[in-house]
């Protein structure tokens, strides 16, 4: 029922667009309750022993630091979150990609444009970095239970593909 009301909701904001900001470190306490959505939603039960928020909310707290990207969508409440690091490369101590951890928008606001909205946005930063010298590609990935979302139509290429025990 939470879930049916909450979807309510979010469609009843049409024509309130989710904002796109950084993350502050006072965001941290709802992005953790946000990720245990996430992962709860993860295919293979992956990761659903880890539970570790200290080291979550010190990894985040990195992150919004200059680490990488910490993106919210929101209106009223948070919908959305986006989150990346700055990763050095094996092959080279001169090259650096920005690597999404976490791409998640809740499922009653899935229909909305908080994710394409969070996907920009995170385009428009990392586009930003490459320019500035502070890596040199970006990544996104997308899950086995993700929607059919083409980032070919956004520039991205397919590089390969992961498989898990």
């Not at 309510?8 to 941290?28: K, Q, V, Y």
Request: with cysteine.
């Amino acid at each position: 029922m939470r879930l049916v009301k909450n979807f309510l909701l979010c469609l009843g904001r049409e024509e309130m667009r989710p904002n796109i900001r950084h993350a502050s470190p006072f965001d941290i306490p709802t992005i953790y309750k946000l990720l245990k959505e996430y992962r709860a939603e993860l295919p293979y039960g992956f990761l659903s022993d880890a539970d570790d928020e200290k080291y979550v909310s010190q990894m985040l707290s990195n992150l919004i630091a200059g680490q990488g990207i910490v993106l919210i969508a929101e209106t009223d409440q948070i919908e959305g979150i986006l989150i990346a690091g700055v990763m050095p490369s094996l092959w080279s101590s001169k090259h650096f990609f920005l690597t999404e951890f976490a791409y998640f928008v809740k499922q009653e606001c899935r229909n909305g444009t908080s994710g394409y909205r969070l996907l920009a946005k995170y385009l428009e930063e990392a586009i930003k970095m490459k320019e500035e010298g502070r890596v040199t590609n970006f990544f996104i990935s997308k899950m086995v239970n993700s929607p059919n979302l083409d980032y070919g139509r956004y520039g991205f290429q397919k590089l390969e593909e992961f498989w898990v025990i």
